[in-house]
């Protein structure tokens, strides 16, 4: 792990979990597809520093609640659960074996403030802070199923709402919201080429 400590302050079983996870995914992806072979190879940036970036726009606060949509095998829930451990995540998605994955992972890390459930978002009827997720469908889709599951009572700097790690052009998905969302260009932060292109929408809701 050369990357995160790079961008982060991390503890010493922050660190240790971070490292744990560099071992973790290649074992799990040799049984499970998750990822490609050779994105595997890029675990850190691609994966876990490109969750991490969801921590650049907001620094949780302590009692946060974040459900994780379309988490797959853990991604962004389980990167920003290691780095706020004071925050409640909840990891949804509606594939038994990549739930099966974030389970494994996040106890074998030794990580408390995870919860991770096999369901579709349609059928989680409970209300977070913020809702997470990348890349897992267009914007408007992904607003109409979890604006029920974002309560009013805010805690934090910035207001509840939606936050989307996303690629490529943006400009049809972000035309219904473009007066309320915020794009935040990740290459300016991280500063690897791999960020190109890559970005971060916040869409209070």
């Known amino acids: 792990m050369t ?8 503890t010493d079983t922050q660190a240790q979990q971070f ?6 995914y290649p ?21 876990l520093l490109h969750s991490l970036g969801i921590a650049k726009l907001i620094e949780f606060q302590a ?6 949509v379309g988490t797959g095998g853990g991604f962004p829930g389980i990167p920003l659960a290691v780095l706020f451990p004071e925050c409640r995540f909840t990891l949804i998605d509606s594939i038994g074996k ?6 494994d992972v996040a106890e074998r890390i030794g990580l408390t403030n995870v919860e991770c459930i096999q369901e579709r978002v349609e059928d989680e009827k409970r209300q977070f802070d913020f809702v997470v997720s990348r890349a897992v469908m267009p914007l408007p889709d992904l607003v109409k ?15 509840n709402g939606l936050i989307v790690l996303k690629g490529g052009n943006l400009d049809g998905e972000i035309h219904t919201f473009r007066n309320l969302a ?7 932060i991280f500063k690897t080429d791999w960020f190109d292109g890559k970005r971060i929408i916040y869409l209070p809701l």
């Open 3 to 10: 990357l995160i400590p790079q961008y982060f302050h991390l």
């Open 27 to 47: 074992e799990w992806n040799e049984k499970i597809n998750l990822v490609s072979r050779k994105d595997i190879a890029n675990l850190e940036e691609h994966h």
């Open 182 to 188: 915020e794009v935040t260009d990740l290459k300016p």
């Open 98 to 103: 990549k739930i099966r994955v974030a389970q």
């Open 19 to 24: 490292a744990a996870l560099e071992m973790l």
């Open 63 to 68: 009692g946060t609640t974040i459900l994780d």
């Open 145 to 159: 199923l979890v604006r029920k599951n974002v309560h009013h009572k805010h805690k934090n700097a910035m207001p």
